[in-house]
């Protein structure tokens, strides 16, 4: 079961790039890494998934190294709305089956001031 | 994009009463959807795995009497908490996984949430 480790907290201000690294050394061949958002009482909201190498979407980057044991998502020019947590988790392949649970670390908390 | 509701938003009971969380999958059909709770300040804690047309599979440590899930079609899981008490307080969250996905693609789609008070 691969697990995530993620800084627990990063402050940012508004206009900045924000990159957060997550480690998942034990990430399985056929895993994928997957990034989201949740603000306060609401449900998480999918913001990008990746490989490797690099993927990129109308609000983020990810950046995935050759080993796939960390990965970076990256977000440019913060506005106060991008505060919140992110969550970085790795499928919990199911082998012989299709479940793709999904495990939360403790995510991190960005706090973005003006 | 896909949609996943959650019905009622929030409810407040009586200790010892049922109380039911309906997660709906809006324009999508999804054979697995996934039931989590989050405390405060906390992360989200999967509790089960609800598959279509057979028996949900329960996280270790989630009482599967207790907490009852039907996934009676493609597009609609039930939770109920039985005989709930205060310490079932908590903000339940529901997920839908799209048909067809690969077995490593975690892509899952999330409702809003369902915060339960027990008085």
């Known amino acids: 079961l691969a697990k995530t480790t993620q800084p627990i907290s990063m402050d940012s201000y508004e206009g900045q790039e924000v990159n957060i690294t997550c480690s998942h050394n034990?990430?399985?061949?056929?895993?994928?890494i997957t990034w989201y958002q949740q603000f306060p009482s609401q449900g998480p909201r999918f913001i990008i998934q990746?490989?490797?190498t690099k993927v990129t979407n109308e609000v983020a980057s990810l950046f995935i190294p050759a080993d796939r044991k960390s990965s970076t998502l990256s977000l440019p020019r913060v506005s106060l709305s991008d505060t919140a947590v992110y969550y970085c988790l790795v499928g919990d392949k199911n082998y012989g089956g299709s479940q793709g649970n999904l495990i939360f670390g403790k995510g991190t908390k960005l706090s973005v001031k003006p | 994009g896909a949609v996943v509701s959650q019905h009622p938003s929030r409810v407040i009971c009586k200790s010892g009463t049922s109380v039911k969380i309906e997660c709906r999958s809006l324009?999508?059909?999804?054979?697995?959807m996934f039931w989590y709770r989050q405390f405060p300040k906390k992360s989200l804690m999967l509790m089960a795995t609800?598959?279509?047309?057979?028996?949900?599979?329960?996280e270790q440590g989630v009482e599967k009497d207790k907490f009852l899930i039907n996934h009676a079609s493609l597009t609609l899981s039930t939770l109920t908490v039985t005989s709930a008490h205060p310490e079932d307080s908590s903000f339940y969250i529901c997920s839908a996984r799209p048909i067809g996905l690969a077995g490593g693609n975690n892509e899952q789609f999330f409702g809003p949430g369902t915060r339960l008070t027990v008085l």
């Open positions: 609800s598959n279509e047309g057979s028996k949900a599979t329960y």
């Open positions: 324009d999508f059909q999804a054979t697995t």
């Open positions: 990746g490989y490797k």
């Open positions: 034990n990430i399985a061949t056929n895993d994928y």
